[in-house]
């Protein structure tokens, strides 16, 4: 989809707004990347820990089309596992937002499809899923999740959900914990951040640590310190057994080896025979280093953002 010649495109930030006042007083509900990645990409926006508020230079304007012609997205992210939930919240989505940016409303994932992949770790669901998730611990257990991107799963701290607010002109956004928005394009695919991501997570990062140091702690040593965990653990399965390989500007882990990754806590299949280990270990790292080569193309992404990624929802919700 390209943006028609004889009309201007929308600020994104005027598109959303229906949606932010109608989820104004939802706890519950956060507007994941998108704005608030471009507000924290600009050297302007500056942030206060203490208020937990993100404040955009005036007049900041975000098309509502890519440089490539494509629909840029809007992701809501909810905090409950509740389908009903999650289906009110897409529904005021569309009805407020249309067809004016690509829609996504992601929740957390009932204990039951975590356990599904479990029993079948070389099934069909465990194939086509590249992209992580979180996941309820348990049925029996409120407010207990964990990041999962098969096989690998770790504890998210309570204060990795907190939101915070993206102060715009004259209205807020909610949107995660800046760390937690470094965090998430780290995770969020198999193949570590992606190609076409990194510029822009790279702008974000500097920006973020110069304008609050004190957040290098909270990644390291701090909250997100499991997410950083589940990153070197991905980053291990295209890039094994090497150091200081970088996950994000300024960032860098040493890496696991294959053997090591099979051994590692939070490998979640660890009482399977060592040659069932082995081969999905082998498996996730070829998917890994195959979608990386992949997201290198410049052609294929292009591609995909204009044909085919409204079509693969079910890839990218893990379905």
Do not use: C
């Amino acid at each position: 989809m390209s943006s028609p010649e004889n009309i201007s495109p929308r600020n994104t930030l005027d598109i959303i707004r229906p949606f932010v006042t109608a989820v104004a007083n939802e706890a519950d509900v956060q507007i994941m990347g998108g704005v608030s990645t471009f507000a924290l990409e600009h050297p302007l926006t500056e942030i206060n820990t203490d208020k937990k508020e993100i404040y955009a230079p005036k007049g900041l304007y975000q098309s509502s089309y890519r440089e490539n012609g494509s629909l840029r997205d809007v992701d809501a992210f909810v905090i409950s596992s509740d389908a009903e939930r999650v289906a009110e919240i897409e529904a005021i989505l569309e009805e407020t937002v249309g067809g004016e940016l690509e829609r996504a409303v992601f929740g957390i994932h009932p204990h039951e499809d975590l356990s599904d992949q479990l029993a079948h770790p070389m099934g069909k669901r465990v194939i086509r899923m590249f992209a992580s998730d979180r996941y309820e611990v348990s049925p029996d257990v409120t407010g207990v999740y964990v990041k999962s991107l098969f096989p690998f799963a770790v504890p998210i701290e309570p204060e990795i959900l907190e939101p915070w607010q993206l102060i715009t002109d004259d209205y807020s956004i909610p949107v995660p914990h800046p760390g937690t928005t470094i965090t998430n394009y780290m995770t969020r695919s198999i193949s570590g951040v992606r190609h076409k991501d990194l510029p822009k997570m790279t702008k974000v990062t500097t920006n973020i640590l110069e304008q609050a140091p004190e957040i290098r702690e909270w990644l390291l040593d701090g909250p997100g310190k499991s997410q950083i965990e589940l990153a070197t653990l991905i980053a291990s399965l295209h890039t094994p057994g090497q150091h200081n390989v970088p996950l994000l500007d300024g960032i860098k882990a040493d890496t696991f080896t294959q053997k090591e990754l099979r051994e590692h806590e939070r490998f979640m299949l660890k009482d399977m025979m060592t040659f069932e280990k082995v081969a999905i270990i082998s498996l996730i790292a070829f998917k890994a280093r195959r979608l990386k080569w992949f997201e290198s193309q410049d052609m294929v992404v292009e591609f995909w953002q204009n044909h085919l990624e409204k079509h693969a929802q079910g890839i990218v919700k893990n379905t």
